[in-house]
């Protein structure tokens, strides 16, 4: 018997919807607004897996989810891409499952220091931006890595003020 797409759709709306009631319930955002606060860093996202027994996978999730600054975590084996989380603002990522990625290599339950990154090996759009990575290794070739954008701030570009500045000159 063949489920039909809206039944399934309905269900993958239902699971994203459950996910996020549990994560709010295990990990209330107003208990990490001090963690939230400072500079994005990995050992962040370590206190958040032990103080609320979580998965380092899941303090990640929720740290890029809640944090202000524009990044991203994602997940390797082997360095290869699994999957990304995106918080707000952050571009996409151009990389597909399975392809090599580059990262740091790091011992397992060892975190590089913040570093800054070529944005052409992660996005297509957006060269211009900054791009710093640190990646904390873990046990079989495992590792999560924390990507942090400065995107060039869109009022900047001097396109449209330049030219009517040009003719209000009169």
């Known amino acids: 018997m063949r489920v039909s797409s809206s039944t399934e759709s309905r269900h993958v709306r239902q699971e994203a919807e459950a996910n996020t009631f549990a994560i709010e319930l295990l990990v209330p955002r107003s208990r990490l607004k001090p963690l939230l606060r400072s500079p994005p860093d990995l050992e962040k996202v370590l206190k958040i897996a032990d103080e609320f027994d979580i998965s380092k996978e899941a303090a990640a999730r929720r740290y890029v989810q809640l944090h202000a600054d524009c990044m991203a975590v994602v997940f390797t084996k082997d360095r290869r891409f699994t999957y990304a ?4 603002g952050f ?3 151009e990389i597909r499952q399975d392809e090599e990625c580059t990262i ?12 800054e990154v070529d944005a052409s090996d992660w996005f297509a759009g957006n060269q211009d931006a900054q791009l710093t990575a640190q990646t904390l290794g873990q046990a079989q070739g495992y590792a999560i890595t924390l990507l942090c954008a400065a995107l060039p701030d ?5 396109g449209i003020d330049d030219t009517f500045e040009r003719f209000d000159r009169g």
């Open 85 to 88: 989380e995106r918080g707000r």
């Open 91 to 93: 571009p996409f990522i």
């Open 104 to 115: 740091a290599r790091v011992a397992a339950g060892a975190i590089c220091e913040v570093d």
């Open 154 to 158: 869109e009022d900047d570009d001097p």
